[in-house]
Every structure is written in C-alpha cells, then in structure tokens.
C-alpha cells in the first residue's frame, strides 16, 4: 500500500533550526511536495522535489532521497509565525497526491 | 501562484438540508480539481477527483449519491452535500491543478467550514 510517515509533534525554539522528517512508500513517483497549513487555513505550497538533493528557497529548505524514500523539511531562523503544520505529500504514478498526516510544529519564545 | 476560490467560507445548516460548495481557479484552467475534507487535528482526506466534462471518481468510502460533484467548466467545479448529518461537519477544501505549472502542482482554495446541526 502506499504510505508516508511524518512525526505528529515537534516543538523548537524561536531563532533556532528544525528538521521535519517524512518517509514514503508509493506506487510510483513524481515528486515530494511540502505543504504549510496554519490551524483553520488551507495548505499553502512551500516546495517541490523531484531530483534528489537539497532546494533551498530563504528560510526553507527541503531534500529528497528517492533511493531511500525520504525526505525533509528544514527551516532556519525559527520565527512564531512559523507554528502550524507541516504536510509531506508524494505524487504518485497517477499523479495523485498521497498525504502524511502533518507534523504539528510548535514554536516556543 | 495560482488563485482558488471557493464560496461559501463557512456555512451552517439544518440537518436534512442541502448544501453546496462551489471552488472556481480564477487564473487558470484546471482541467482536474480535488475535493477533500479535513476533520480536526486530522490530515487532508481525498473525497474525489473530477475532470472538466465528465463524472468524478470518488475515493473508498465516499458516498457518490452523497457527495455530488459537477465539474461543467475549466474553472468550477461544485460539490452538494445532499441531506446533510451532523457527522459531515467538517472543513472542506478543493484544489485546482495547472497543467501549466512545471510541478504538476495542485492549488488549494481557502476551505469551506462546514457546520451541521
């Protein structure tokens, strides 16, 4: 079946770094995408990876392994802003989204 | 990026009652929208897939005769609660996809928050 894992919770602190981590197994792939969705809110796009390696865009940066079905979510400079959460989703073969259940991000002052 | 929209925000209704949710892309041609729902603390749930022009293919436990999908143009598509429950509260979010965009990304509208007494 297909499936992706992501922690439920993670907490930091204001200023500091935090990595989100996700594993998937899918039918198939065409890319990892990383969503940020505040409580009440739809999903906003924060990054696409289809290659493995590192993207980097500002405070955020996301990489993939596609040889070890991983990828993660970086984000520097921790501001209170960013506490929401964080959804890990791999297009399969259909390019259909397959969702993780999202990593609730709390930051701490 | 490209702009969803969907109508109402939030809406609370009559158990028995009907009600429906309309998401239009409104700079862009989306071929194939999603429909999904969001209960609290709980991931996005894929409800249906629809693509301008024909039926929608409904996901494992969705209820078609439920859940009514028209998808009659490049930029609307409509989902009809018919004879909602309480238990279908929930939020409601669709997404439209660019075949224009480079990374066959999926553009969310802002949620429908769903309310049934």
């Known amino acids: 079946g297909q499936n992706i894992d992501q922690p439920t919770e993670m907490t930091a602190t204001e200023g500091a770094i935090v990595q989100i981590n996700c594993t998937y197994q899918t039918s198939g792939f065409n890319g990892l995408f990383w969503y940020q969705q505040h409580a009440g809110e739809a999903p906003t796009f924060l990054s696409y990876n289809v290659l493995d390696g590192l993207e980097e865009k500002g405070r955020f940066s996301s990489f993939l392994s596609r040889s070890k079905g991983y990828s993660y979510l970086l984000l520097k400079e921790l501001q209170m802003k960013d506490s929401a959460s964080y959804l890990c989703?791999?297009?399969?073969?259909?390019?259909?989204?397959?969702w993780g259940a999202g990593t609730k991000l709390i930051i701490k002052p | 990026g490209a702009v969803v929209s969907q109508h109402p925000s939030w809406v609370i209704c009559k158990s028995g009652t009907s009600v429906k949710i309309e998401c239009r892309s409104l700079d862009f041609q989306a071929t194939t929208m999603f429909w999904y729902r969001q209960f609290p603390k709980q991931s996005l749930m894929l409800m249906a897939t629809s693509n301008e022009g024909s039926k929608a293919t409904y996901e494992q436990g969705v209820e078609k005769d439920k859940f009514l999908i028209n998808h009659a143009s490049l930029t609307l598509s409509t989902l009809t609660v018919t004879s909602a429950h309480p238990e279908d509260s929930s939020f409601y979010i669709c997404?439209?996809?660019?075949?224009?965009?480079?990374?066959?990304?999926?553009?969310f509208g802002p949620g429908t928050r769903l309310t049934v007494l």
């Open positions: 997404s439209g996809r660019d075949l224009g965009s480079s990374y066959n990304e999926q553009f």
């Open positions: 989703a791999a297009l399969d073969s259909n390019y259909q989204l397959i």
